[in-house]
């Protein structure tokens, strides 16, 4: 009955999207099936290493994200783990061989949550790299299942886009990651002079990593083009809400994307996709 313990280890980490994220479970509804598991394991497995750092204040978060990660290597090295998030992430890094060059960098940026508040360039786009990029890096292996050559030739737009989404998160959630965290990711922001013109700036540095990260999605695998695209387009209509707003109101409220634009996005994404127009 070892099979019921893999579909209970598979459901959590796909109810802890679902709950955590319903633009990215919108997206990985859209790829093919036997991908799935794959995606929401992934998923599951940084959700569960971002709370412990952002909300587990009642506890020694240090502590706990140390034990999380030598559980993580402790699961995939003998392929089993009683936690049912880790055990689906192992059975995907295994299978897809998703290794340490990829998980380390991951828990680094996890760690600099810990204690860092202020970024300069170069630890901003390091962090950048573990919390998001190497997430894309990780998807991108289980979409192109053992193909080397094509996964290599993806990974600089599979890096943008998860720098992009990244970024994204940073812009709409700045109020509670100054508020709540006492963080503040972007190196050229200053609260007390944050303007239009800074805001401009980081916009157009959002876009770039978009605009690179389209031209791979052209290019990926049709079983999960049309589920990747949607969540790209998502992140743009959240990004082109940002910018209609003024940089005051960035700070003040958190931007959102309603559910009826959601499923005009997905609609609209639907459209170009069917009809061969990405």
Request: net charge positive.
């Given at each position: 009955m070892f099979e019921l313990f893999e579909k209970t280890s598979a459901v959590c980490s796909k109810a802890t999207t679902n709950i955590y994220s319903t633009s990215f479970s919108l997206g990985i509804r859209m790829i093919a099936k036997d991908y799935r598991w794959a995606?929401?394991?992934?998923?599951?497995?940084?959700?569960l290493a971002d709370e412990i750092v952002d909300t587990f204040e009642r506890n020694d978060k240090a502590e706990l994200l140390e034990k999380f990660k030598?559980?993580?290597?402790?699961?995939?090295?003998?392929?089993?783990?009683?936690n049912p998030i880790l055990y689906t992430f192992q059975k995907v890094a295994n299978q897809y061989n998703i290794g340490k060059d990829l998980i380390e960098p991951f828990?680094?940026?996890m760690e600099a949550d810990l204690h860092k508040k202020e970024y300069n360039k170069q630890s901003y786009n390091e962090y950048i790299y573990g919390s998001a990029e190497v997430v894309g890096l990780m998807c991108l292996k289980v979409f192109c299942d053992g193909d080397e050559n094509q996964c290599n030739s993806l990974k600089a737009p599979a890096r943008a886009?998860?720098?992009?989404f990244q970024?994204?998160?940073?812009?709409r959630d700045i109020k509670s990651d100054v508020e709540d965290r006492g963080r503040i990711y972007f190196p050229t922001l200053d609260l007390r002079q944050f303007d239009e013109l800074t805001k401009a700036e980081i916009i157009e540095d959002v876009k770039q990593d978009f605009r690179e990260a389209y031209e791979g999605i052209k290019r990926l695998p049709i079983s999960c083009r049309f589920g990747v695209y949607t969540s790209y387009r998502?992140?743009?209509?959240?990004?082109?809400?940002?910018e209609r707003v003024n940089a005051k109101e960035i700070l003040e409220n958190r931007i959102r994307v309603a559910n009826a634009e959601k499923m005009a996005v997905l609609a609209k994404s639907f459209f170009r996709f069917k009809f061969n127009a990405l």
């Open positions: 995606i929401y394991g992934i998923y599951g497995f940084v959700r030598r559980d993580t290597y402790e699961a995939i090295e003998k392929g089993i783990s009683l828990f680094e940026s886009l998860g720098a992009a970024k994204v998160n940073f812009l998502y992140y743009l209509r959240l990004l082109e809400k940002i």
